[in-house]
């Protein structure tokens, strides 16, 4: 006989009819499964990683890694991360990378120094994406443009190149390259791109729809006082936008933003999480089993997760075995296709 769980909501009442806990398992469509554990892929890095990524491109799949000052590509061969740095200038010293791909570019974003570039079908080190590439904390691609944002002296500013072609950021007559301050919503937080971007900010979420000439973009603020509260909590799928806010974990398609864990798991959240240290927390997308999953230090000192199924609209919660969490590829890719040397 199959027994029917209810969800967990630990915000509520224990009397609810609810499940009290729901520890180490992920929900369903009939119910919850177990987790399963982690497993060592490749050797230790010469620094801890910050972020991975995966790149594909002409079927040739490529993981990078990206520590405080380096950038890392995983060689199959032996399991180890290369250093593919920029040579012979090297990195300012980060606590945020994030990569984008654009055609056969894998981009990468450190808040500062300038846009990395790697060609997957030539590259043997990142380089500067471009002479007037910008430095930017967030990079990603809308529709056919490299979109960047948040710059040390413009914290609202987003940046795009020119029309199909990543390597163009100066605005004039020949090309479609521009900028946006966005001026009420506190400093950028996170992009995220596809058809249509989402600007998430402190204090606003802002959909930027390219419109063509001569303004390009038209950037609409579809949520006021509703922002993004850690850029490490931003995690994407198709066009839903999933983040944390001051008052709970929220999605966007781009024309509405809802809450999701409202008077269900927000305030067991900020409970147990150490605010202290949510600039370290993560966010990964498992698109197989419709999951998006938050890995967070509580105030224990221990990593743990909070996973949240869109499909069925259920949480639940258990341990990490991570200090990090990352979408890098779906059950269709298996680790021996990690395989452009």
Same mark, same amino acid.
């Given at each position: 006989m199959r027994i029917a769980f209810g969800q967990?909501?630990?915000?509520? &009442?224990?009397?609810?009819?609810?499940?009290?806990?729901?520890?180490?398992? $992920? &929900?369903? /469509?009939?119910?919850?499964?177990s987790l399963n554990g982690t497993a060592n892929l490749s050797d230790a890095a010469s620094e801890n990683l910050l972020t991975v990524f995966v790149g594909r491109w002409a079927g040739a799949t490529t993981l990078f890694? /990206?520590?405080?000052?380096?950038?890392?590509?995983?060689? &199959?061969?032996? /399991?180890d991360l290369d250093d593919v740095s920029r040579t012979p200038t090297a990195y300012s010293t980060t606590d945020f990378w994030q990569f984008t791909q654009f055609g056969s570019q894998v981009i990468a974003s450190n808040g500062v120094d300038k846009l990395q570039a790697w060609n997957m079908a030539s590259s043997t080190r990142f380089a500067d994406l471009a002479a007037a590439a910008p430095t930017a904390s967030f990079v990603t691609v809308v529709r056919d443009f490299v979109v960047a944002g948040k710059t040390s002296t413009y914290p609202n500013r987003v940046l795009w190149s020119d029309i199909n072609d990543e390597t163009d950021w100066t605005p004039g007559a020949a090309?479609?390259?521009?900028?946006?301050?966005?001026?009420?919503?506190?400093?950028?937080?996170?992009?995220?791109?596809?058809?249509?971007? *989402? *600007?998430?900010m402190e204090r606003g979420i802002v959909r930027m729809t390219y419109i063509g000439a001569p303004l390009f973009f038209q950037f609409d603020n579809i949520a006021r006082n509703v922002g993004c509260y850690e850029s490490r909590s931003i995690a994407q799928y198709g066009p839903m936008t999933f983040f944390l806010s001051d008052d709970?974990?929220?999605?966007?398609?781009?024309?509405?933003?809802?809450?999701?864990?409202?008077?269900?798991?927000?305030? @067991?959240? $900020?409970?147990n999480a150490d605010p202290s240290q949510f600039s370290k927390m993560s966010a990964a997308v498992d698109p197989v089993n419709k999951l998006v999953i938050w890995c967070f230090?509580?105030?224990?000192?221990?990593?743990?997760?909070?996973? $949240?199924? @869109?499909?069925?609209?259920? @949480?639940?919660?258990?341990?990490?075995?991570?200090? $990090?969490?990352s979408s890098i590829a779906t059950a269709s890719t298996t680790l021996e296709q990690l395989d452009n040397i």
């Open positions: 967990w909501t630990p915000d509520r &009442p224990g009397v609810s009819g609810n499940l009290t806990e729901a520890k180490n398992i $992920y &929900p369903t /469509a009939s119910g919850y499964a890694g /990206a520590g405080a000052g380096k950038l890392f590509k995983f060689d &199959p061969a032996d /399991a090309s479609q390259s521009d900028t946006q301050d966005i001026p009420d919503g506190g400093e950028i937080r996170g992009i995220t791109g596809g058809e249509f971007g *989402v *600007v998430l709970g974990f929220f999605m966007t398609d781009g024309q509405q933003v809802k809450p999701i864990g409202a008077e269900r798991v927000d305030r @067991w959240f $900020y409970a230090r509580d105030i224990f000192n221990v990593q743990k997760l909070l996973i $949240y199924n @869109w499909s069925t609209d259920r @949480w639940s919660h258990g341990d990490s075995g991570a200090d $990090y969490i």
